[in-house]
């Protein structure tokens, strides 16, 4: 059974959302700190793979992944380090947000057989689109592994309901098109968006792109979000000051149980 079903279910029953770091894996300067962000509350964790073209990545993710590469990051070294936090955190959902050519390099099948066996529970392929998406969810099938897609804002209903159908895990709703990073301005759309998807059948919504702090994560939450994921705010508070990052888990973990819903416009 995958991971993210007892989360959500406990989470729904703690009246609060789930915090989701992301890390890139083999970066020195975030190196050991996945423990440390499940000590301070962390649900679950994604992971990207360094990859020398992260189209979907803002410069903060780009900046770790050349430096993971520089260090000599590679596709075995990262399954590796999964097994490990694995064995270390035996139900913590760990998700994947990488790059087709990681895939395709290793072969289709092969790759998602490597996932099963180091522990992965998801996958989503950034520069996939949904047309192009379905072997990739029948490879991750048949071993088990959820299939995640991101759900823009500018997709219309008809797109967004082909996207749930492939969805698996969680669905990932980004605030904004274009790449990651901190700075994005509010969706303003993002109640309804939420709305529809869930009407729609898809799992439970995180909300990512552009959570740079507490108050975009008490607005996603607040627009229907299961949850939140953190990535460029994140590694730069750990370039910048690591001391100040405990304080700042904290700080977007107290926003996760004040959930006021925002009323969508019919």
Known sequence: MSRYRPLFARTTLEHRGAL??????????????????????????????????????????????ARALRAGASVARCFAAISAIRSRHPDLPIGLLLYANLIMSRGRDSFYGACRAAGVD????????????????????????????????????????????????????TTRAGVTGEGAPADRDLPRRIATLRELGAPPPLVGFGIAGATDARYA?????AGVIVGSSLIRRILEDADQVDGYLMSLRAETGRQAPIATVA
Not at 137 to 152: E, K, L, R, Y
Not at 221 to 225: D, H, P, T
């Open 122 to 173: 998801s996958v989503l392929v950034a520069d996939v689109p949904e047309a192009e998406s379905g072997p990739f969810a029948a490879a991750a099938a048949v071993v088990g592994i959820d299939h995640v897609m991101i759900a823009p804002p500018n997709a219309t209903l008809d797109h967004a309901a082909r996207i749930v159908s492939r969805t698996r895990g969680y669905i990932y709703v």
């Open 20 to 65: 989701v770091p992301f890390l890139v894996l083999g970066d020195p300067a975030t190196e050991g700190w996945v423990d440390r962000l499940v000590a301070a509350g962390a649900d679950a964790i994604e992971l990207g793979f360094p990859f020398s073209d992260p189209i979907a990545d803002g410069p903060v993710i780009q900046a770790a992944a």
């Open 221 to 225: 939450l607040a627009a229907g979000a």
